[in-house]
């Protein structure tokens, strides 16, 4: 089955120990990118890859890094959690160089930092 | 700069109706919308892609349309059941955009047995 799987669906952590949500899809997408989802503030995109060993930032990238070492995998880096980065993340993957192309996304990743 | 809003925020009926979702969005140099439907707390689900060449999509009960020209989508849903309550979402990729999806905020349905 074609899907976006992330890891973990849950997660509570203390301020500042460093954390890695996995992100892996399975239909050899180039693109691949993250969001963040908080109540009021919509959906925000944290970083977005174009292909491996290629990253550039969103609309709210600071606290977090991410690498593209394989096509299939995309993980989420928050070297410092801090409460501010309690949010639902999602994880989203697509064709690149096909502007008909959708986006699959990932089932989220719910993250409380106390 | 892209701007996506979705009326209303919060939509009720009961079950059996058929209602309307709207989404609009101020540049029109789009390359497609996407509606989505997300259950509380729960993952994206991809429920309609629109190409910027269509006019409108089917699957089921949900009929997507898109009138880029004037920046508008409407999701139609025939015969609302309750299993049907979920926010539903709709995203567009903009030209130029690094392949980001613009999103609306929302609208909340509710379909009341």
């Known amino acids: 089955e074609a899907q976006v799987t992330q890891n973990p669906r849950y997660l509570i952590t203390v301020t500042g120990k460093k954390l890695t949500v996995t992100c892996s899809q399975n239909?050899?997408?180039?693109?691949m990118s993250w969001y963040r989802q908080d109540p009021g503030l919509g959906l925000r995109q944290i970083y977005y890859s174009m292909n491996v060993e290629v990253t550039d930032k969103g609309d709210v990238p600071e606290g977090y890094k991410v690498s593209r070492k394989e096509k299939r995998n995309f993980p989420l880096i928050l070297e410092s959690p801090s409460p501010n980065q309690t949010s639902l993340y999602f994880c989203?993957?697509?064709?690149?160089?096909?502007?008909?192309?959708?986006?699959?996304f990932g089932s989220g990743t719910r993250l409380t930092v106390v | 700069k892209q701007e996506v809003t979705q009326i209303p925020a919060a939509l009720s009926v009961p079950e059996g109706e058929n209602l309307v979702l709207n989404c609009s969005f101020t540049d029109s140099a789009i390359y497609n919308l996407q509606w989505f439907r997300q259950d509380p707390g729960k993952g994206l689900t991809s429920l309609l892609l629109i190409q910027s060449s269509q006019r409108e999509q089917t699957s089921g009960r949900l009929n997507a349309s898109l009138d880029k020209s004037s920046g508008r989508s409407t999701l139609y849903i025939a015969a609302s059941q309750p299993g049907d309550s979920a926010t539903y979402l709709c995203?567009?990729?903009?030209?130029?955009?690094?392949?980001?999806?613009?999103w609306g905020a929302g609208t909340k349905l509710i379909i009341k047995p």
């Open positions: 989203a993957s697509s064709l690149r160089d096909r502007e008909n192309y959708g986006y699959t």
């Open positions: 239909m050899n997408h180039e693109y």
């Open positions: 995203a567009v990729r903009q030209v130029d955009s690094n392949y980001q999806l613009i």
